[in-house]
């Protein structure tokens, strides 16, 4: 089983900052729930707090959302990883969980590169790419749009960056030299 989420509720005193005071006569929902279906709490790559507000005119962070797994998940999907991702038009920030993070040989990370959405172009090919008709469910289509704005930016990197790369090459070389 995974389970993931917001569970609306921090386990820990240090996933709360901000706020009132963590009671700790209060009843634990979560930490009961987890005892009682025998479940783990994944591990997180990214901010440690998962929800962000403001409370009686205080800020608050808490870590609300996580991914849990009982030991038959673990034991066939030892790698299952969660990442806190960025904030982006929420109180709460995306969790992103893998089940099979391993990346193939050979194959190179993918980053989108700051400087990229400062060119027009590139962001006429992101709008592109999400407006293309795409069949089948809501996450597939999702996934494929996804697939196809990594290759489509890859792609127009190389040809608008490439003289870039060149003379960041050429540079190396000559500090090398030095």
């Known amino acids: ?4 989420g917001d569970f609306n509720e921090f386990i820990w005193d240090h996933e709360k900052s901000g706020g009132a005071v963590v009671l700790y006569n209060q009843p634990q929902y979560l930490a009961n729930f ?20 403001n409370r009686h005119g205080e800020w608050v962070e ?4 996580r991914g849990l797994i009982n030991q038959f998940w673990h034991e066939s999907w030892p790698n299952t990883t969660v990442t806190h991702s960025t904030v982006l ?18 194959q190179k990370l993918f980053r989108f590169e700051a400087l990229w959405a400062k060119e027009e172009e590139c962001k006429r090919l992101v709008q592109t790419c ?6 089948g469910h809501a996450l597939d289509r999702w996934q ?7 290759s489509w930016l890859i792609n127009w990197s190389r040809r608008k960056f490439k003289k870039k790369g060149m003379e960041i090459e050429e540079l190396l070389s000559q500090l090398g030299e030095l």
């Open 130 to 135: 999400w407006e293309r008709p795409c069949p």
């Open 34 to 53: 987890l005892h009682s279906e025998e479940l783990l709490d994944l591990d997180f790559n990214g901010p440690s707090f998962t929800w962000r507000g």
């Open 89 to 106: 038009g929420s109180d709460h920030c995306p969790i992103i969980i893998q089940c099979n993070p391993r990346r193939i040989a050979g």
């Open 144 to 150: 494929k749009r996804i697939n196809d704005c990594r």
């Open 1 to 4: 089983m995974l389970c993931g």
């Open 62 to 65: 808490e870590r609300l959302n």
